[in-house]
C-alpha cells in the first residue's frame, strides 16, 4: 500500500483559525484530517515499508527481466566467452547455422564486434599491457556473474529502450559500486562492453548498461521482421526492439512505392531519443538497484525481499565514451535524487548550451566565439565540405588511408559541384579543395589537428550517417518523411537497392552499429539521377554527375542552418516546417553545465575528428565554470596526438601518430574512484603531451603515455579566466 501524506497537527490548526468564521470549511478541514488520519494508519499496519522497505521492480519496466548466469569458464560476461585471446583474433565467431543463430551465438559475436570497434587489438597498440580483459586478471580474463535484460520506457514513450544490468561474482555489497555503460554511438546494448563496461567488472562493480534508445532495432519493411530483445529475428506480434508505426497497409503501400527499405530505432522512432538519454541512464540505475537487491536482498519467506544495497552506501560513478557519454553527463545534470556520485567520461557527445559570454583560446591563437555548434550543424558541414577537402594539397597524400578510403574522382566532382553553386572559390581543383578546409577550419570551428583523420571518417561515412539519422531523430521523422529523400537499404552492383540476404538480416543485431550504412545496410539517396543508388555512388539531378548525392547532403545541411545552403534564403513550405521541428529537436538535448557539484573528469583527444572539441569538451568546460563557478569539480584533460576512434590506431600510418585515448579514459575512472573512495584530490585540468610510437612495429609503452600530472606546470594547464577557456599549445 502506497504510504499517504498526513497533514500535521499544527497545519490544520492554521487552517482552522483562518476559516473561524467559515463553519463549513472548519467542518471540512476536520473530517479530511480524521479521514486521512485512519487512511494512513491502516496503511502503516497493513504494510511496514516505512521500517522495512520491500524491493519492488520499477515501474518503467515493460515485460519480463531475462537473466542468465554465465560461469566464467565456458562463457562470461565480460568476452562472450572468447577470452582475452578471442576478442584478439581476426576470425570472428561464427554461427552453427548462418540464418538461424542462436542468441548465445548472437551475443557471443555482438560482443566481439563492439569490443573491437571501440578497443585497438592489434598487438603492439597496448592490448594486454595496459588495457583488455587480461590487465589485471587472471589467464583469459573471463568473468563469471550474472546478466539481467529488459525492456523500459520514459514518460511520454512507448518506444522500448533496451536496459541490462551485469552483477559479477566478485561483486561486494558490503562494499557495493555501480559503472554505468550506456552505449557509444547508436551501438545496441553491448556497445559499452570494452570501455566502461570491462573497468567496472574487472573492479567488481555492477555495470548498468543501456542502448539509450538507439541499437540496431532494425525493422525490415518488406518483411515485417524485427529484433527480440535477444536479437532473434521475428515477424509476429509481441516484443521487439522497435518496428516503424505503420500499420498493415501503410507499410503495403511504403513497401510497393519504396520497396525493400528498412527503419532504424534511432533514426525513425519519432522519439528524439537524445531528448532522453540522461533519464535512460538514470533508470539504468534505478533498475541496478532493484537487480542488486533481489541477489543480495534479505529474504523474507514470503518471496519478497527487504532492501540491503541502498544508493546512499553504493559508489556510482556515471561513465562511457562518446554518445555514451554524453548521456552519463546528462544524467549527472538531471539527477535530483543524488543517485550519482562522480562521473568520468572520455570524448563525451555533450551539446552545450550556447553561452557568447565566453570564448575559448588555444595558445595565441585567435580568440573563438563561435563555438558550441550542434552536432548537425558541424556534421552536416563536414559531409558537404570534407569530401572536397580530402584533397586539398594539405592533406591528399599525407592524410593516411586517404586514397584507400575515398574515391578522389568523386571528390573532384564534389569540389567542382561547390564550386558551380558558389561555395568554394579558385580556379583549379587543388584551390577549391583547399579553400574547403578552410571553411571547415575557420568558418566551422574545425581543429586543424583532425584534418589528417578527417578523410578515412568520410571514406566511412561517419559525418554522412550523422547527419542522416540526427536529422531524422531531432525532427521526430518516420521511415515514410524520407528526410531529404534519403532511406535505408541493402545496395548492389551500381549502388542499386537489392533484397538484403537472409544471412545478413540474421546478424544485424550482432554486426550493425545502429546508424547506417553499417552491417550490409546503407544510405540510399532515392531522388539521386536514373534511380534510387548508394549515396555513396549517386550522382545529383542538379549536376548530373557522381559527386556523393552533394543534392542530398546540401538539403540536410539546410535543414540544419535554417536558411538555404546554397543561397542562403529562408527555406519555405515543408523544409521550413521540418528545420523548425529540428531546432526544437536540438534545444532538447542541449546540456546545461550543471553538474552539481559532482567530481567529474573529462578526457578528449586534441585530434578528434568526429566531435570537434571546440563545440564539445571545451566549450562545456567554459560552460561548467560560468554555472557552477567555484562549486565546479569538473576537470578536462586534452590529450595530444588521440582522436576518437583507437580501433584505427591498428592501421599503419595511424599507429605511428596517435595513442589510445582509451588508456586515459581508465586513468579518468581510476581518478574519480580515488577521489569518491579514498578522497584524492583530482588533479589539474591541463594538457597533456603523448609521445606518439613512431613505427607501427614498435610497440607502445609507458613512455608514450604520459601520466596526468597530479601538479602540472603553468604552461599546460587548462584554465578558465577573463572569461574565456584557455588552452596551452
Known sequence: ?????????????????????????????????????????????????????????????????????????????????????????????????????????????????NYRALVDTVPGGGYGEFFGPQVDSSGEGLIAGNEYLAYMTVNGSDVPVTVMVQVPSSFDPKQACMVTAPSSGSRGIYGAIGTAGEWGLKKGCAVVYTDKGTGTGSHNLATNSAQRIDGTLTQADGPVQFRADLDAQARADFDAAWPDRFAYKHAHSKANPEADWGRHVLQSIEFGFYVLNEEFGQETGNGRKVIKVKPK???????????????????????????????????????????????IRQGSGPELAEHSRSLLDYTTALAVYQGCAN???????????????NNFTIAENICNSLANKGLVTG???????????????????????????????????????????????????????????????ATGAGGAVTTITAAQEAALFSASNGIPPSAGVNLVYDGAEGQPTNLGASASPSTSQQDYGLDALLCLRSLALGTD??????????????????????????????????????????????????????????????????????????????????VLNGFPGIADRYVPLHHYFFQALDLVWANLADKQALPPSQVVRTVPRGDIATPLSAANLTPIDPTPDAGDRIVFADDQVQIPD
Open 427 to 489: 580556379a583549379t581543383t587543388d584551390d577549391r579543395a583547399s579553400d574547403a578546409l578552410r571553411i571547415l577550419e575557420q568558418e566551422v570551428g574545425i581543429q586543424p589537428e583532425q584534418n589528417l583523420l578527417a578523410p578515412v571518417h568520410f571514406g566511412l561515412a561517419v559525418a554522412q550517417s550523422i547527419s542522416t539519422t540526427y536529422a531524422n531523430a531531432y525532427g521526430q521523422a518516420g521511415v515514410d518523411d524520407r528526410l531529404c529523400d534519403i532511406s535505408l537499404a
Open 1 to 113: 500500500m502506497a504510504p499517504v501524506m498526513v497533514p500535521g497537527l499544527a497545519h490544520v490548526r492554521r487552517v482552522l483559525m483562518a476559516n473561524k468564521n467559515n463553519r463549513e470549511q472548519r467542518m471540512k478541514t476536520l473530517l479530511q484530517y480524521t479521514l486521512i488520519g485512519a487512511v494512513a494508519l491502516t496503511g502503516t499496519a497493513c504494510n511496514d515499508s516505512s521500517k522495512k522497505p520491500f524491493n519492488q521492480l520499477p515501474g518503467f519496466i515493460q515485460g519480463d527481466v531475462h537473466s542468465t548466469q554465465y560461469d566464467g569458464v565456458t562463457n562470461d560476461l565480460l568476452t562472450g566467452g572468447l577470452g582475452a585471446s578471442g576478442l584478439a583474433s581476426a576470425t570472428a565467431p561464427a554461427f552453427d547455422d548462418p540464418i538461424n543463430p542462436t542468441p548465445e551465438e548472437l551475443r557471443t559475436l555482438a560482443i566481439y564486434n
Open 313 to 359: 552506501d553504493t559508489l556510482v560513478i556515471a561513465s562511457s565514451v562518446s554518445n555514451g557519454g554524453g548521456a552519463s553527463v546528462r544524467a549527472a545534470e538531471l539527477d535530483d535524487k543524488g543517485l550519482i556520485d562522480g562521473v568520468a567520461v572520455s570524448e563525451p557527445n555533450v551539446n552545450p548550451q550556447v553561452d557568447t559570454s565566453f570564448t
Open 391 to 405: 584533397i586539398a594539397p594539405e592533406v591528399r597524400d599525407v592524410a593516411p588511408l586517404n586514397a584507400t578510403f
Open 565 to 646: 545552403a546554397v543561397t542562403g534564403s529562408p527555406l519555405s513550405g515543408d523544409a521550413a516546417e521540418w528545420s523548425e521541428r529540428i531546432a526544437d529537436g536540438v534545444e532538447q538535448i542541449r546540456a546545461s553545465g550543471n553538474l552539481r557539484g559532482k567530481p567529474t573528469v573529462f578526457v578528449t583527444g586534441r585530434a578528434d575528428a568526429i566531435l570537434p572539441i571546440n563545440h564539445t569538451s571545451r566549450p562545456y568546460f567554459g560552460l561548467n565554470q560560468r554555472v557552477e563557478g567555484s562549486n565546479s569539480k569538473l576537470r578536462y584533460y586534452e590529450i595530444l596526438n588521440a582522436h576518437h576512434l583507437d
